[in-house]
Nanobody, 125 residues
Framework: QLPLVESGGGLVQPGGSLRLSCAASGFSLNAFVIGWFRQAPGKEREGVSCISSNGANTNYADSVKGRFTISRDNTKNTAYLQMNSLKPEDTAVYYC??????????????????WGQGTQVTVSS
C-alpha cells in the first residue's frame, strides 16, 4: 500500500467546478497508472477516469466525458481531476488509486492496489 492523499473535495452547486488532487508521498508517481474512482452511498465503487504513467493514455466513464479532465504532473508527484459542469449525480466520495505501469493500462478498480482515503464531493443547491 503506497501513501496517496486526495484533496480538493467540497460542496458545490450544480454547474460548478472542482479540481481534485492526488499527491504521492515517499515514492515516485511516474511509475504508476493513476485512476480516479467514486462511490456513492449504496452503490458500488466505479471508475471515473484513468491516466497512464506518462500521461499519453486516458480513459473516461461515459457519464463524465466532456466534463471531467484527468491530468498529472510527475515533476510535482501529483495527479488531478478537473470536474466541470457538475451534476447532483456526481455526488460521491472520490478516491485516487495507483497501479504499477508494468501491469498495463486499465481502469477497473479491482486492478488497483494502493488507494487514498477519499475526498467527499457534494453537488447540491
Amino acid at each position: 500500500q503506497l501513501p496517496l492523499v486526495e484533496s480538493g473535495g467540497g460542496l458545490v452547486q450544480p454547474g460548478g467546478s472542482l479540481r481534485l488532487s492526488c499527491a504521492a508521498s515517499g515514492f515516485s508517481l511516474n511509475a504508476f497508472v493513476i485512476g480516479w474512482f467514486r462511490q456513492a452511498p449504496g452503490k458500488e465503487r466505479e471508475g471515473v477516469s484513468c491516466i497512464s504513467s506518462n500521461g499519453a493514455n486516458t480513459n473516461y466513464a461515459d457519464s463524465v466525458k466532456g466534463r471531467f479532465t484527468i491530468s498529472r504532473d510527475n515533476t510535482k508527484n501529483t495527479a488531478y481531476l478537473q470536474m466541470n459542469s457538475l451534476k447532483p449525480e456526481d455526488t460521491a466520495v472520490y478516491y485516487c488509486a495507483a497501479r504499477s505501469r508494468s501491469l498495463g493500462f486499465m481502469c477497473d478498480p479491482r486492478g488497483f492496489g494502493s488507494w487514498g482515503q477519499g475526498t467527499q464531493v457534494t453537488v447540491s443547491s
